[in-house]
T-cell receptor, first 115, second 109 residues
Framework: GAVVSQHPSWVICKSGTSVKIECRSL??????MFWYRQFPKQSLMLMAT?????????EQGVEKDKFLINHASLTLSTLTVTSAHPEDSSFYIC???????????FGQGTRLTVV | GQNIDQPTEMTATEGAIVQINCTYQ??????LFWYQQHAGEAPTFLSY??LDGLEEKGRFSSFLSRSKGYSYLLLKELQMKDSASYLC??????????WGAGTKLIIKP
């Protein structure tokens, strides 16, 4: 299957700092990328949908000024958690798909811990 | 509203067969995906059904009935490594995947 690479796999940061997470589709062009957050033993929660070259569409309740998403190319999207707080600690996962009716492939996920 | 219903947890024996059922209600429908997620890892794609019927892929098969809003994932010859959560994810009219909490499958020797 297609490969989506997400970095870093884990990060620990101090409260108040910003963290950037990268998501790359390595062997296909991703017209759409999705960013999810998942708390332990809970379902995936979609944060935002990002189409290349346009602004991300955020889900209700997700602060767009806090979770900055950039999808500058067909192979790269970034999520920046600004002014992180301990409650932002979670497992963040990106996924990418080439077309709207094809499967979405997931990155490895990033475990963020804010101390 | 949009809704997914899967059993929270199932237990099966190594070497056996298990069927994980999923019923869904979505605004429009553009196919249904099954993903496997091991604890602490991201989901991995298992299958995609857009037409009614059974899709077989090795030890895993997936079935879809659009009129009933129903799908199942069938796992044969269970192995210990199959212990994971299985996520049923239909795609709505906006091609958005709808996620439930998944079914945690526990395999016992």
């Amino acid at each position: 299957g297609a490969v989506v690479s997400q970095h870093p796999s884990w990060v620990i940061c101090k409260s108040g700092t910003s963290v950037k997470i990268e998501c790359r589709s390595l062997d296909f062009q991703a017209t759409t990328m999705f960013w999810y957050r998942q708390f332990p033993k809970q379902s995936l929660m979609l944060m935002a949908t990002s189409n290349e070259g346009s602004k991300a569409t955020y889900e209700q309740g997700v602060e767009k000024d806090k979770f900055l998403i950039n999808h500058a190319s067909l192979t790269l999207s970034t999520l920046t958690v600004t002014s992180a707080h301990p409650e932002d600690s979670s497992f963040y996962i990106c996924s990418a798909r080439a077309d709207r009716d094809t499967e979405a492939f997931f990155g490895q996920g990033t475990r963020l811990t804010v101390v | 509203g949009q809704n997914i219903d899967q059993p929270t947890e199932m237990t099966a024996t190594e070497g056996a067969i298990v069927q994980i059922n999923c019923t869904y209600q979505t605004s429009g429908f553009n196919g249904l995906f099954w993903y496997q997620q091991h604890a602490g890892e991201a989901p991995t794609f298992l299958s995609y059904n857009v037409l009614d019927g059974l899709e077989e892929k090795g030890r895993f098969s997936s079935f879809l009935s659009r009129s009933k809003g129903y799908s199942y994932l069938l796992l044969k010859e269970l192995q210990m490594k199959d212990s994971a959560s299985y996520l049923c994810a239909p795609m709505d009219s906006n091609y958005q995947l709808i996620w439930g909490a998944g079914t945690k499958l526990i395999i016992k020797p």
